[in-house]
C-alpha cells in the first residue's frame, strides 16, 4: 500500500474575513470556532482565517508580554485538537515565541494537530506599523502539504515586496498561495491591494488567494475586501468590504494548475461611499470594543458636528447617541434651527445647555489679571473650554463618551481649543479635510450605507451644507476670515501632508508662495495639539499620529 496521499482535483476553501478584538483570545477562538463550524456545514475542506487572529491586530506591544503568549499558543492548540473531528483544516495566524524571538506566525491544523508553521520574514516597519520592534525575522519558506495539496502561505507583507517569497514557494513546489493580511483601509486601497496581488501571481505563475481581517482597530480600519487571482490574472472572487463574512470558494484542478470555478463577486464602493463606511465602522467598533454604552457631542448646527452626528446613529442607532447645542451670545438663530433640524431627522436625543454663566463666571474669575488688556482669541477659547467641560461633565454623569468633531483641515492649522472642542475620546472625522466633509455629507444625505442604523433621506440639513463655515466665537465671524478658502487650504495641507512636497513645487500648482509658507508654519506650529487629540479613523494615505510622526520643537520651515 503506498503511503503517498491522495491528490485531491477539488479543493473548497473557506475564507473568513471576520473581526477579532486585539488582546480577547477566548473571543477571537470562539470566532474561529464558529468559523469552522459554518465552514463545515458548507463542505469546505480548509479555513483560511487572517493574520494574527488569534491575538488581533495588531497587538503591539501585547506580545511583549510572556503571558498573552502563552494565552495564544494554547487557543492555536484548542483550535487544533477540534480539527481531530476530520472536519476542515485552519490556516490561522498568531504571534508565538520561538527560539529565535517573537514570531509573527501562521499555523496549519489538520487531523488534531499542527501539521505545518510560517513565520513572517518580511516585517513591515513604516507608516501604522511598527513590526520589527516586537517580532523577529523566519526563515525562508517552503509550501505545506495539506491533504496532498503543496498550500504556500506568505503573510502579508511578504507580498507587498520584491523578496522573491512567492517566486521560492512556486520553485518548492507550492500550487496556491493562500495570504492572511492585516491590510488597513485607506482610499483607493482595493486597486492597489489588486496590483500588489497581480504582480505577485504573474511572477509566480501560481493563483493567489487574499484574505483581510474586518474591523476597527483604535485609529485603523480593516475593510476586509478579501479576494482571489487565477494564475491566468483573471478576478477568481470578490468579498463584500466592511463586512464581516466567510465564502466558501471552489477550486479546481487542471492541467494548467488550480483555477476557482466558484466564488461570490462583490460590489466594491468608490470613493465618497468607501470612506463614509469606514468612518461608521471604525467609529462602531471603538465604541463596542472599549465598552462605551452612547455617546454624547456638541451639535453646533455646522457641518462637522453634523456628519459626526449622522455617523453616530449610523454606527450605533438613535437611542445611543446624545446631541446637545452650547450656545452662547454669538450663536446664530440660523444655527439654532439647524441644530435642531439635523437632531430631528436623525432622531437622536437633543438639548440645549446655555453656556452664558460659565463663561462670564470665568470671566469675572479673571476680570483683575485681565484688566487692560484687549478682548480677544483668550475670551474666544473661554466659550470653547465651557462647551468641553459641559461635555465631559455630561460624560462623567452619564457613562457617555465625548464624541470629538474637528476636522483635518482645522487639526492642521491648530484652528482647535485644547482642553474645548478637542475634548473626547474619539474622532469619527479626524483624517478628512473640510471639503471631504462636504462631499461624505451630500452623499449620506442621498444614500443610507448597508448596515447603517439611522434613517433614510436628508439627514444633514441642506442649510448647512450651503453656508459659510463659523466657530460663531465673536460676532459676523466665518472660517475664511483668516483661512484661506477651503479648496486651496486643503489641496496645499494634502499636498503638504500626504505627498511631502516642497513649498516651490506647491506654488507650480498655482499658489501663493506667501500663503503656503503660511499654511507650513500653521502645520508645524499646531503639531503640540495633534499630540493631545483624540484616535481618530483613518481616511487618508497618511493620517495624525501613526503615519505622519513629526517632531513638536522643530524650527524647520521651507524657505
Not at 42 to 64: K, M, N, R
Amino acid at each position: 500500500m503506498s503511503d503517498t496521499p491522495i491528490r485531491p482535483d477539488i479543493l473548497r476553501i473557506a475564507i473568513a474575513q471576520f473581526d477579532p478584538t486585539v488582546g480577547d483570545v477566548a473571543g477571537n477562538l470562539a470566532k474561529a470556532r464558529e468559523a469552522r463550524a459554518e465552514a463545515a456545514a458548507q463542505g469546505a475542506d480548509l479555513l483560511l482565517l487572517t493574520e494574527l487572529f488569534i491575538s488581533g491586530y495588531p497587538p503591539e506591544d501585547l506580545v511583549l508580554k510572556p503571558a498573552f503568549l502563552k494565552a495564544c499558543l494554547h487557543a492555536v492548540e484548542q483550535l487544533a485538537a477540534d480539527t481531530a473531528d476530520g472536519g476542515p483544516g485552519v490556516i490561522v495566524g498568531f504571534p508565538r515565541q520561538g527560539q529565535k524571538g517573537r514570531h509573527n506566525s501562521a499555523a496549519v491544523l489538520d487531523g488534531g494537530k499542527v501539521i505545518g508553521l510560517r513565520d513572517k520574514i518580511d516585517l513591515p516597519n513604516y507608516g501604522e506599523f511598527d513590526e520589527k520592534r516586537v517580532f523577529v525575522e523566519g526563515d525562508m519558506p517552503g509550501p505545506v502539504n495539506f491533504r496532498g495539496v503543496r498550500l504556500g502561505i506568505p503573510i502579508c507583507e511578504e507580498i507587498w515586496n520584491d523578496l522573491g517569497i512567492c517566486e521560492t514557494l512556486a520553485e518548492t513546489g507550492a500550487e496556491i498561495l493562500l495570504v492572511p493580511n492585516g491590510s488597513p483601509y485607506y482610499r483607493g486601497k482595493v486597486d492597489v491591494r489588486y496590483q500588489v496581488a497581480l504582480r505577485q501571481v504573474i511572477e509566480s505563475g501560481l493563483p493567489l488567494i487574499f484574505a483581510n481581517q474586518v474591523g476597527g482597530q483604535d485609529e485603523l480600519v480593516f475593510d476586509g475586501a478579501s479576494f482571489a487571482f487565477n494564475a491566468d490574472k483573471s478576478l477568481a472572487f470578490q468579498m463584500s468590504q466592511f463586512e464581516p463574512t466567510m465564502a466558501v470558494t471552489t477550486w479546481k484542478r487542471a492541467e494548467d494548475g488550480w483555477r476557482c470555478t466558484d466564488g461570490p463577486m462583490s460590489h466594491i464602493p468608490e470613493k465618497e461611499e468607501a470612506d463614509y463606511r469606514a468612518c461608521v465602522l471604525g467609529f462602531r467598533d471603538y465604541v463596542n470594543k472599549n465598552g462605551f454604552k452612547s455617546v454624547v457631542l456638541g451639535l453646533s448646527g455646522g457641518i462637522d458636528s453634523a456628519l459626526c452626528a449622522a455617523i453616530a446613529v449610523d454606527a450605533l442607532g438613535e437611542e445611543r447617541v446624545r446631541t446637545v447645542m452650547l450656545p452662547y451670545r454669538y450663536t446664530s438663530q440660523e444655527s439654532f434651527a439647524d441644530a435642531e433640524a439635523c437632531a430631528k431627522a436623525l432622531g437622536c436625543h437633543y438639548d440645549i445647555v446655555p453656556i452664558a454663566e460659565p463663561v462670564e463666571g470665568f470671566l469675572s474669575a479673571l476680570s483683575d489679571m485681565f484688566e487692560g488688556t484687549d478682548s480677544g482669541i483668550t475670551e474666544e477659547n473661554l466659550q470653547s473650554r465651557a462647551r468641553g467641560t459641559i461635555l465631559m461633565a455630561i460624560s462623567n454623569k452619564f457613562g457617555s463618551m465625548v464624541v470629538t468633531t474637528g476636522n483635518k483641515s482645522e487639526m492642521s492649522v491648530g484652528y482647535a481649543t485644547l482642553y474645548g472642542d478637542m475634548n473626547g475620546g474619539f474622532n469619527p472625522i479626524k483624517d478628512l479635510y473640510k471639503m471631504q466633509v462636504y462631499a461624505l455629507s451630500g452623499w449620506r444625505n442621498a444614500h443610507v450605507p448597508p448596515g447603517a442604523l439611522g434613517p433614510s433621506g436628508e439627514v444633514i440639513p441642506a442649510n448647512i451644507l450651503s453656508k459659510a463655515p463659523s466657530a460663531e466665537l465673536r460676532p459676523n465671524q466665518t472660517d475664511q476670515d483668516s483661512l484661506p478658502p477651503y479648496p486651496v487650504l486643503d489641496d496645499i495641507l494634502e499636498c503638504l501632508v500626504e505627498k511631502e512636497m516642497a513649498v516651490e513645487d506647491i506654488v507650480a500648482r498655482g499658489h501663493d508662495v506667501a500663503t503656503v509658507h503660511r499654511v507650513e508654519h500653521l502645520l508645524y506650529l499646531a503639531e503640540y495639539k495633534r499630540r493631545q487629540s483624540a484616535p481618530g479613523v483613518k481616511i487618508t494615505k497618511k493620517n495624525f499620529g501613526r503615519d505622519r510622526r513629526y517632531p513638536i520643537t522643530n524650527r524647520f520651515r521651507d524657505r
